[in-house]
């Protein structure tokens, strides 16, 4: 019967020490498409996007321009050519083509790659003020992605994108 007892004691204990913890417990969430849509720093990396691909994206319109201009004369001229010139100016403007398709796929590959090297920089630095925010002010847990509810009280989002407008 004293074991019996023993056992209970522990057991209510045991059941008590998860709610008084938790009560203890300060957690922070995050909203991270919040965070990624108005943080300063996302818009200073489209920007340096913009400006490192903006020739290369006039140069293939320029190209394409060029090649629907070749295309069009190609059809207008079409009856007075002989057939030689006329394969000759059709197999250029299918060389063409393939160029400017190489040529896109190309840029499409090297801008997603280096969106990709801005985002995860974005990343680590809203990972970074996260964390000095949760070390500052005692947070025992902050939440970032995954999250599908957390009540304004324990949202840090606004805080988090204050200190990074303010770098």
Same mark, same amino acid.
């Given at each position: 019967?004293? *074991? ?5 004691? !522990?057991?209510?204990?045991?059941? $008590? !020490? ?17 965070? =990624?849509?108005? !943080?300063?720093?996302? &818009?200073?990396? =489209?920007? %340096? =996007?913009?400006?490192?691909?903006s020739s290369r994206s006039k140069s293939l319109e320029a190209k394409n321009r060029q090649l629907r201009s070749a ?6 001229? @079409? @009856?007075?050519?002989? $057939? &030689?010139? #006329? ?10 083509? #393939?160029? =400017?398709? #190489? ?10 790659? %280096? ?11 809203? @990972?970074? *003020? ?12 902050? +939440? ?5 509810? @957390? !009540?304004?009280?324990?949202? +840090?989002?606004?805080?988090v994108l204050e200190k990074l407008k303010a770098r």
């Open positions: 019967m004293k *074991t019996v007892k023993v056992i209970l004691v !522990s057991l209510a204990l045991l059941a $008590a !020490s998860p709610a008084s913890f938790a009560n203890d417990l300060k957690i922070g969430v995050v909203n991270a498409s919040r965070i =990624l849509d108005q !943080s300063p720093q996302k &818009d200073a990396a =489209l920007q %340096r =996007l913009e400006n490192e691909f295309q069009e004369k190609l059809q207008k001229d @079409a @009856a007075i050519l002989s $057939a &030689d010139e #006329r394969d000759a100016q059709e197999r250029k403007i299918i060389g063409d083509q #393939r160029e =400017l398709k #190489r040529l896109q796929e190309e840029y499409s590959e090297d801008l997603s790659i %280096r969106r990709n090297e801005e985002l995860r920089k974005l990343e680590e630095e809203i @990972a970074k *003020t996260i964390v000095e925010i949760a070390e500052a002010e005692k947070y025992d847990l902050v +939440l970032y992605q995954g999250v599908i509810y @957390a !009540s304004d009280k324990a949202d +840090l989002t606004s805080k």
